[in-house]
């Protein structure tokens, strides 16, 4: 359907802006349309049997496939690099629909303590439901995951740079160890995005996307993703029109469009990050910085190694606790407090409220997140601005 050949759309920005775009569309349109149509309609028989039976090309339902989500689809199966893609209405239904699709009762599952909270509510809470074993390490103790992995393992889940703590994961390292357990692995590759990182190329046979995040980024629709192997994704693509989590065409637009400047605004958001990492490390209040960019940050030689830049988030820590961190996020002039990251504008979060919002403080210091612990999602804005509202901020603790 893509006529702008793919073949010649190799580097990034360029699969950005003109992957997945059909082209010729009717009327000589150059925008995809938002097809809100529910079905697709057919007066000849054998044609609409085809379509029905998948022989050739074509729409039946929009719980199944719409022309707008298929164009969203393609431009990230493009930017990932892999066989096939599906989606869903939201990130945790991508990654909801990818476990029940390819576990049943029996199955053992390695992942890690730090992946996103609604992902570890189902390993901890769903899956044990349907006698699923799921066995969680210490996110940055390679040996202990492998070690996990050759007790047993159909699927291995990884994501890395985690939240809120940026932790980063050996991923060529863990794949292969993960593939000769003759497990699946998947990588939830949210925080990096396919700019940065393409878990793809580094061995996983799946790649999950909050597009919600930074692929849409502009804080207005939400959806997921999934790319990889071909007779994953079509088992993970039949759940889906089975159990009804499909995105939304108006949403699958506003990702599309967010999605052709992803290039731009990554490239800023980590440049900005970069700046305000170093400037936070040399703050007498801010206790940690994390931050994959900076030569500090316990992985940087892996993020070095798998990642083209280190990306928009950071986290740091602040000297007293939550009443500080209480205190401190309201006075900043330039920024969202709210529970969402990798828009344009800078957003904050403390964990306590937004990604460990279900675990007691007790379980958030188990997994390393001090209380005192402010999520910074770098916006595109001057980065100058940004620093100087830290300052002021800072200044009035
Ligand atoms: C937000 C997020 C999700 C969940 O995505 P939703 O679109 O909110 O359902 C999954 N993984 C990561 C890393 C996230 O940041």
């Known amino acids: 359907m893509t006529a702008r050949d793919p073949q010649h759309l190799d580097a990034p920005g360029t699969v950005a802006v003109w992957g997945g775009e059909p082209h010729p569309m009717a009327d000589g349109i ?11 309609g057919y ?3 054998d044609e609409w049997y085809g379509v029905a039976i998948g022989d050739r090309p074509g729409h039946i339902y929009s719980r199944n496939t719409n022309p707008t989500v298929d164009a969203f689809e393609e431009k990230v199966r493009l930017m990932e690099g892999g066989q096939a893609v599906t989606s869903a209405a939201t990130g945790m239904a991508a990654i909801s629909n990818t476990l029940y699709a390819l576990l049943r009762p029996g199955k053992r599952v390695v992942s890690v303590k730090d992946t996103y909270g609604g992902t570890s509510k189902i390993f901890t809470e769903f899956l044990p439901q349907y006698d699923v ?7 940055t103790d390679a040996d202990a995951i492998e070690a996990a992995i050759a007790a047993g393992c159909d699927l291995l889940y990884l994501e890395t740079p985690t939240n809120p703590t940026l932790k980063i994961i050996d991923l060529e390292r863990l794949t292969a160890a993960g593939h000769d357990a003759g497990a699946i692995v998947v990588v939830d590759n949210t925080f990096a995005t396919p700019i940065n990182q393409n878990p ?8 999950i996307h909050s597009a919600t995040k930074f692929l849409g980024g502009h804080a207005d629709a939400l959806g997921g993703v999934v790319v990889g192997r071909e007779d994953l994704i079509e088992r993970i693509y039949h759940y889906r029109e089975i159990n009804g989590a499909t995105l939304h065409p108006e949403a699958a637009y506003l990702l ?7 290039h731009l605004r990554v490239e800023r958001q980590q440049a900005n990050a970069q700046r305000i990492a170093e400037f936070l490390e040399q703050q007498e209040q801010v206790t940690v910085v994390n931050y994959p960019g900076l030569p500090s940050h316990p992985q940087h030689e892996i993020a070095r190694k798998q990642m083209r830049g ?8 602040l000297d007293g606790g939550l009443d500080t961190v209480a205190r401190f996020f309201p006075k900043l002039r330039l920024s969202h407090a709210a529970a969402n990251l990798g828009s344009v504008e800078t957003i904050v979060a403390p964990p306590a409220t937004a990604s460990h919002v279900e675990c007691t403080p007790e379980e958030r210091a188990a997994l390393g997140i001090p209380e005192g612990l402010l999520r910074y999602s770098a916006g595109i804005e001057d980065v100058d601005d940004l620093i100087e509202d830290l300052r002021q901020a800072l200044a009035s603790l």
């Open 133 to 139: 074993d799921v066995e969680l390490c210490d996110t």
């Open 310 to 317: 280190f990306g928009g988030m950071l986290s740091f820590g």
């Open 30 to 40: 150059t925008q995809v349309p938002v097809v809100h149509s529910v079905s697709f």
């Open 256 to 262: 599309l469009r967010g999605m052709k400047t992803l």
């Open 200 to 207: 793809l190329a580094l061995g996983a046979d799946l790649v």
């Open 43 to 45: 007066d000849d028989f």
